[in-house]
């Protein structure tokens, strides 16, 4: 089956420093991706998204783009803040199946 | 705009009880899943209905069963509790036949705790 691999966190940062959580993922055939955010005590938000090669998906500064010559969709910000401290679950969907990667915690200090 | 909504949020119930949880998905949504996660996990997923019937099947244990009823909305029913079916429980609902098939979005979750 699918499998999405994402980087281990956690990750701290400072406030405005420039964010990337790297995502690979193994699939058949050609899946959909996912971000979803997970903040404290609340349910996964999906953050953004793209469904075909190249395509860019954006959200709230966050940008991810779908790389199929590497099957990656890492994610990036270029100036993180404090309330974007949360959890970061990528996902494929392929087969009629959502697959996530382990999450990365992410936290900003100011 | 609406949104998953799943009840109850936090429910704490003793080994070997029996625990329903309900989930309503975003109206005119026609497919529901269900997803487990454990403490510092990723969500795994249970089980899915589509139109009402189920439609995929994941990782869940016999003792755990669910429907989608004709107002579309679902129950996880969990028998024989167990210490480690401690977890927070998602529903997520897409719209299966339209050209965002593949997008899934979740509810806020029930948090199981079996003591």
């Known amino acids: 089956g699918d499998s999405v691999t994402q980087m281990e966190g956690p990750v701290t940062l400072s406030e405005e420093a420039f964010l990337t959580i790297n995502c690979t993922y193994t699939?058949?055939?050609?899946?959909?991706l996912f971000w979803y955010v997970q903040y404290p005590g609340e349910g996964l938000q999906l953050l953004l998204k793209?469904?075909?090669?190249?395509d860019k998906g954006s959200n709230k500064g966050f940008e991810a783009t779908y790389r199929k010559e590497t099957t990656s969709f890492h994610l990036e910000k270029g100036s993180v803040q404090v309330s974007d401290s949360a959890v970061y679950f990528c996902?494929?969907?392929?087969?009629?199946?959502?697959?996530f990667g382990t999450g990365t915690r992410l936290t900003i200090i100011p | 705009a609406a949104g998953v909504i799943q009840s109850p949020r936090h429910l704490i119930k003793e080994k070997r009880e029996t625990a329903t949880l309900k989930c309503y998905p975003i109206?005119?949504?026609?497919?529901v899943y269900w997803y487990q996660q454990g403490p510092g996990q990723d969500p795994q997923f249970l089980i899915s209905f589509y139109e009402k019937m189920q439609s995929d099947k994941g990782s869940i244990p016999d003792r755990f069963s669910a429907q989608q009823f004709s107002d579309y909305h679902s129950e996880l029913n969990m028998s024989s509790l167990e210490l480690g079916d401690s977890a927070l429980y998602f529903c997520?609902?897409?719209?299966?036949?339209?050209?965002?098939?593949?997008?899934?979005?979740f509810g806020p979750g029930t948090r199981l705790t079996v003591l």
């Open positions: 997520a609902s897409s719209l299966v036949t339209s050209s965002y098939t593949d997008t899934q979005y």
């Open positions: 109206p005119r949504h026609d497919t």
């Open positions: 699939a058949t055939g050609y899946p959909s």
């Open positions: 793209a469904t075909k090669a190249d």
């Open positions: 996902a494929a969907f392929g087969n009629e199946k959502l697959t």
